[in-house]
Each structure stands twice: as C-alpha cells, then as structure tokens.
C-alpha cells in the first residue's frame, strides 16, 4: 500500500484522513474492511485517461482537508482487471464511496470540487447500511462470540460485534474488547502504525503476541508502549492493554500481575510530580 500523504489517525473520535493507493491484492482489507471505521471513496482511474487526471487532484484536495471523514482509495484499472471487472467499471473516472463494506454512492466522470463535495455530505448524511456480519441479540453470547474472535487474533469481525452494542450488564466489557478489537483491525490495515519507529516496534511485537495467545508479551510490549508516544497514543495503549484484561478476566494471574504493576507505575508518576 502506497501512502500519498501523511496518514493521520484521530484515536479518538476514530477518523483517518489519507490517500492511498490500492490493488487487487490489498482491496478487501483496505477498503471493504477499512470501511466499516471510516467511509472510503475509491477512486477508480488510469494513466491514459483525461478525465481521470482531471478529477484525481479534485478528490485528493478534499480528502487530505483537515475537515474531511472519508478516506480515498485510488485503484488503477488497468493493472487491477480483477477488482474492476468485479465492480463493472466499463468508464472511468469512476467514484464509489462505501461504508460498512458496501457501496452507498457513486458516479463517473470528471467534476467540479463544489460537486464533489455536495455528492459527499448528502451520500454521508445517509444511515450507513447494515454490517453483513451479525452476532447473537443476546448480548452475553455476542461477548462469547467477539472473545473467541479476539483469542483467534481476528480484530475486524470482533470489532464489527462490539460495535453498537445493545445496552446491557455487558456494554462495559463490550467497551473494553472493543479497544483491543479495534487495536488489531488497525495493525491489519496500517492505521495502527504511528511512524514513531520504537512506538510501532512496540505495537507490531504486541500486535504478534496476542495472535500467538501470548498475552504476556503482549502486555509486557504494550506496557513499553506506554512509555512512548503522545498522550494520544498512551490513551490508544491503555485500550489495548484493557481489553486484554477484559479478555482473559479479572481472576487471570496475569491481569492481576500487569494490573498491580499499572497502579503502581501510575501511583509512582504522581508521586514524582507533587
């Protein structure tokens, strides 16, 4: 995957702004899957098109705005026949914005930056649509579905069950996954990497642990991670480290053991700043 900009990930209110460039290889993760965080235009064009290199920069000004909430993914058709044929692009510039994994607005040709604008703000004013992937209704049996999502390292489809998660005894725990859930879906698709070298060797070592059940190298990378980074990401960190917990449960030795070592690493820092 190619990065056109600074690809900039807002943890918080869980926006990624970015143009990057897609294939056939990458184009489930990185679009149908990205999709159900934050919309994600695809820009599907070529080189010997005049239009395309018309609209291509149009697009690409409004998605790196600091006000944007939808990332463009640009596909070049002639060296990705498979995605393009799926998605019968038989004219290009063609301009599909999908959310949830689904196409929820398009058009082809070259237009003006006022146009494209107006075609996003009505197209994301829209509900989005329904995942395709569902859990249980009853919320205690979606948390045993996300789990064994989370124990098989599968960030994505746990995300998507602990997202909208109905009102319950549950809606703390949901919370919780969702963090760690969300952690791995970002190291899937890059979001996840910060460019800080010894922040991201931190997240990729944890990333690797939890897939391999080795939650205490998980947690012991993520409390390294702890250490670097921004306030954002210590935030970010915390998450994760959270979730674990709430994955392997209160009783479990190690949630017990990293848990101690928090309130007192915590308890030491405000100690040092009286």
Known sequence: ????????KDKAPEQTWAVIDVDDRDFKQQVIRRSYKTPVMVDFWATWCGPCRQ???VLEDIAVDPDSDFI??????????????????????????FRNG???GEFTGARPAVLVQRFVQS???KP???PRISGSSDPAQRIGQAKQHLRKGRGFEAYVLLTDFPQSPQTETAVQL??????LFDM??????TGLEALDEQYLVATKAIKQRKYGNALEALFAALELGEDMDRSYTEGAVEGIFALLGEEHQLTQKYRDNSQHSTANSQHSTD
């Open 55 to 57: 609209l291509g920069p």
């Open 1 to 8: 995957m190619k990065l056109f900009n600074f690809l900039k």
């Open 128 to 130: 989005p649509p329904a």
């Open 102 to 104: 689904q196409v929820v």
């Open 188 to 193: 899937e698709d890059g979001d996840g990497l």
């Open 178 to 183: 969702r963090s760690l859930a969300r952690f």
């Open 72 to 97: 463009l993914a640009k596909l070049d058709t002639e060296h990705n026949k498979r995605t393009a044929g799926k998605f019968q692009i038989r004219s290009i510039p063609a301009v599909k914005l």
């Open 123 to 125: 197209t994301l004013e």
